[in-house]
């Protein structure tokens, strides 16, 4: 009996291993996809938090609705994963996912846009 219950142990441990590695590889793939918004002028910085992207940003391009569907798409074909891309102003530095107040959100995945409330 405590064999088997070892052995259970064992699997629960190295599963719960194999699911943060995987979690930092997701983040790593996903910054890899959207550095390029780093060098849009009005984007101030970015924040990877699991699979959503914190895009704070300083002005609005005359693009900004493609920017944010473009990071969206780069990052679900990327990840193979559901990605968010949160907008925000540039001041809100500490903003925290699903909180308000934030400019815009857009969902893609498996390739496809979902939802997006960019309509600027």
């Known amino acids: 009996m405590t064999r088997i219950l070892c052995i259970a142990l064992f699997f629960a441990l190295s599963l719960n291993i194999s699911t943060s590695a ?3 590889s997701l983040e790593k793939e996903l910054k890899k996809s959207v550095k390029y918004l780093e ?8 924040k990877i938090v699991k699979n959503n992207v914190i895009v704070g940003w300083k002005g609005f ?10 990071a969206a798409l780069k990052g679900t074909r990327a990840t193979g994963r559901a990605v968010n891309v949160w907008s925000v102003r540039h001041t809100q530095k500490k903003w925290i ?3 308000r107040p934030y ?6 995945k498996n390739g496809t846009v979902k939802r997006t409330t960019c309509n600027f």
């Open 22 to 24: 995987q979690a930092k």
């Open 39 to 46: 060098k849009v002028p009005e984007v101030k910085w970015l």
């Open 61 to 70: 391009p005359s693009n900004f609705n493609l920017l944010n569907t473009e």
């Open 97 to 99: 996912t699903g909180t």
């Open 103 to 108: 400019l815009c959100k857009t969902t893609a």
